[in-house]
């Protein structure tokens, strides 16, 4: 049985998402542990590599076996292209099972096999016991029924087994074998899952409980990237990287004794966030960390149920700007009852910020969040423009708009807000560079926004 994990290939290149710098971590970990297990498991990350779909069929062609499991991963926004993707799969390999996992398969897993029959089976949530105990089953022909944690077909019938918890102990997941993909200048290393904070926007997809890996486990996997891989750059995932102090101090002390050959960043929540700490991270060789702010309306802010104060975000960008460590800063526009007022209210105090670098999103009602349901429901003052995943996408979705603030009018605050960080604060070489960088979703942002000032009636 030949299995293939596929980071599946996009129609086209619009956002930095779609060419990542870095390979797949959720494949990787994956592949990883199913050969620890011994199954012989290939990965193509086609984002990663740039692949074509045609690119990635030869690819797939050329590994070979009698018996071919290929498995996707989806978020929203690229369910329907991978749904797409394994359509293909079914017409060049007949008898292919084809599996897909990822957030949104976990958020809406019956919907998901309604909506696209050309996957076979489904794996809800964290994957990778459940992906050995499947593959056991089909290699031996076992009851799908006998694996918590899968969505299936049994006829016209969608089946949902019995739900899976969490890993406790992410030390048996362990860390990547990167051998798997072509070499990278950038590679992501996690540190932990699950979020305690219940944001409102966020499905808390790897659950409502922090859970870390060791510091042994983490360091191992430094020592082994420095030395073996040499990258330029290490990207730390994991909702806050000082979420435990005592595992963050560990892992800044190792770094001081490995005496990386790369830059590093990570994100925080702001509660965690001091000046010892930012100056440790500074020694160790951390380039910028990222902090999530969402709103400069501190109703807002209380009504997501984010848990921060304004005055600790400003506290963090100053104490950063102190330290000479850049920081950057995300917000949200369009939040339950965002008027023009809280909108600029956001723009305000990202101005007042004055981040390094900062995101400007517009809300996104993805499956498993409780704005999901409310924008449903049509609570909040929100009113679902599309029922196309392919428009769940910050950037450049189109996927809701608010009672008193209309799509172009939330498009036009963010591109206002992207405007005035740089001109308000005379950094007019600094927006000339984010231009310059983010030339190609400019393109497709400005040609998105255009079409829809000149032809209202068209989505995109």
Same mark, same amino acid.
């Given at each position: 049985?030949?299995?293939?994990?596929?980071?599946?290939?996009?129609? *086209?290149?619009?956002?930095?998402?779609?060419?990542?710098?870095?390979?797949?971590?959720?494949?990787?970990?994956?592949?990883?542990?199913? !050969?620890?297990?011994?199954?012989?498991?290939? +990965?193509?990350?086609?984002?990663?590599?740039?692949?074509?779909?045609?690119?990635?069929?030869?690819?797939?062609?050329?590994?070979?076996?009698?018996?071919?499991?290929?498995?996707?991963?989806?978020?929203?926004?690229?369910?329907?292209?991978?749904?797409?993707?394994?359509?293909?799969?079914?017409?060049?390999?007949?008898?292919?099972?084809?599996?897909?996992?990822?957030?949104?398969?976990?958020?809406?897993?019956?919907?998901?096999?309604? &909506?696209? $029959?050309?996957?076979?089976?489904?794996?809800?949530?964290?994957?990778?016991?459940?992906?050995?105990?499947?593959?056991?089953?089909?290699?031996?022909?076992? $009851?799908?029924?006998?694996? %918590?944690?899968?969505?299936?077909? @049994?006829?016209?019938?969608?089946?949902?087994? &019995?739900?899976?918890?969490?890993?406790?102990?992410?030390?048996?997941?362990?860390?990547?074998?990167?051998?798997?993909?072509?070499?990278?200048?950038?590679?992501?290393?996690?540190?932990? %899952?699950?979020?305690?904070?219940?944001?409102?926007?966020?499905?808390?997809?790897?659950?409502?409980?922090?859970?870390? *890996?060791?510091?042994?486990?983490?360091?191992?996997?430094?020592?082994?990237?420095?030395?073996?891989?040499?990258?330029?750059?290490?990207?730390?995932?994991?909702?806050?990287?000082?979420?435990?102090?005592?595992?963050?101090?560990? /892992?800044?002390?190792?770094?001081?004794?490995?005496? $990386? +050959?790369?830059?590093?960043?990570?994100?925080?929540? +702001?509660?965690? /966030?001091?000046?010892?700490?930012?100056?440790?991270?500074?020694?160790?060789?951390?380039?910028?960390?990222?902090?999530?702010?969402?709103?400069?309306?501190?109703?807002?802010?209380?009504?997501? *149920?984010?848990?921060?104060?304004? @005055?600790?975000?400003?506290?963090?960008?100053?104490?950063?700007? @102190?330290?000479?460590?850049?920081?950057?800063?995300?917000? /949200?526009?369009?939040?339950?009852?965002?008027?023009?007022?809280?909108?600029?209210?956001?723009?305000?105090?990202?101005?007042?910020?004055? $981040?390094?670098?900062?995101?400007?999103?517009?809300?996104?009602?993805?499956?498993?969040?409780?704005?999901?349901?409310?924008?449903?429901?049509?609570?909040?003052?929100?009113?679902?423009?599309?029922?196309?995943?392919?428009?769940?996408?910050?950037?450049?979705?189109?996927?809701?708009?608010?009672?008193?603030?209309?799509?172009?009018?939330? @498009?036009?605050?963010?591109?206002?807000?992207? +405007?005035?960080?740089?001109?308000?604060?005379? !950094?007019?070489?600094?927006?000339?560079?984010?231009?310059?960088?983010?030339?190609?979703?400019?393109?497709?942002?400005?040609?998105?926004?255009?079409?829809?000032?000149?032809?209202?009636?068209?989505?995109?």
């Amino acid at each position: 049985m030949r299995i293939v994990l596929v980071h599946a290939p996009v129609e *086209r290149i619009i956002e930095e998402y779609d060419a990542p710098a870095y390979p797949h971590l959720g494949l990787a970990c994956l592949a990883t542990y199913a !050969r620890r297990k011994e199954f012989d498991v290939a +990965v193509i990350d086609a984002k990663f590599e740039r692949l074509t779909l045609p690119s990635l069929l030869t690819r797939i062609k050329a590994l070979g076996g009698e018996r071919l499991v290929i498995g996707l991963t989806a978020m929203t926004h690229d369910i329907t292209r991978n749904a797409f993707v394994a359509g293909e799969l079914k017409r060049h390999f007949p008898g292919v099972t084809v599996l897909i996992g990822g957030v949104h398969v976990s958020a809406l897993p019956r919907q998901t096999f309604q &909506e696209f $029959p050309t996957f076979d089976i489904g794996v809800i949530g964290e994957g990778e016991v459940t992906f050995i105990e499947l593959l056991s089953a089909l290699r031996d022909g076992g $009851p799908l029924s006998a694996v %918590r944690g899968l969505v299936y077909r @049994e006829g016209p019938e969608v089946i949902l087994s &019995e739900g899976r918890g969490w890993i406790d102990d992410l030390d048996v997941v362990g860390y990547p074998d990167w051998d798997l993909f072509p070499s990278a200048q950038e590679y992501p290393v996690n540190i932990g %899952r699950g979020c305690p904070v219940p944001c409102i926007f966020c499905m808390r997809a790897s659950g409502t409980k922090s859970r870390f *890996r060791s510091a042994a486990n983490i360091l191992e996997e430094l020592d082994l990237l420095n030395r073996k891989y040499k990258p330029q750059y290490v990207r730390f995932f994991g909702d806050d990287f000082a979420a435990d102090k005592v595992l963050t101090h560990t /892992i800044l002390e190792g770094l001081s004794q490995i005496k $990386p +050959v790369f830059k590093w960043c990570a994100g925080m929540r +702001v509660s965690n /966030i001091d000046k010892s700490i930012l100056q440790a991270m500074k020694r160790a060789g951390c380039e910028h960390f990222e902090i999530g702010v969402e709103s400069g309306n501190k109703d807002i802010l209380k009504a997501i *149920r984010k848990g921060i104060a304004l @005055e600790k975000v400003e506290k963090a960008v100053r104490l950063a700007k @102190e330290v000479r460590l850049d920081c950057w800063c995300y917000f /949200i526009l369009g939040h339950p009852h965002e008027t023009e007022k809280t909108a600029l209210d956001t723009i305000n105090i990202l101005c007042k910020l004055n $981040p390094t670098q900062a995101a400007v999103g517009i809300m996104v009602p993805y499956p498993g969040t409780e704005i999901w349901n409310m924008a449903v429901r049509g609570e909040g003052g929100y009113t679902l423009l599309s029922h196309d995943w392919q428009d769940y996408n910050k950037q450049l979705g189109n996927a809701l708009e608010l009672e008193h603030l209309s799509r172009r009018q939330l @498009e036009c605050l963010q591109m206002r807000a992207y +405007v005035m960080l740089f001109v308000s604060n005379f !950094r007019f070489l600094d927006f000339l560079k984010f231009c310059w960088r983010y030339r190609r979703e400019a393109y497709f942002f400005l040609r998105h926004y255009l079409t829809r000032l000149f032809n209202p009636n068209r989505l995109k």
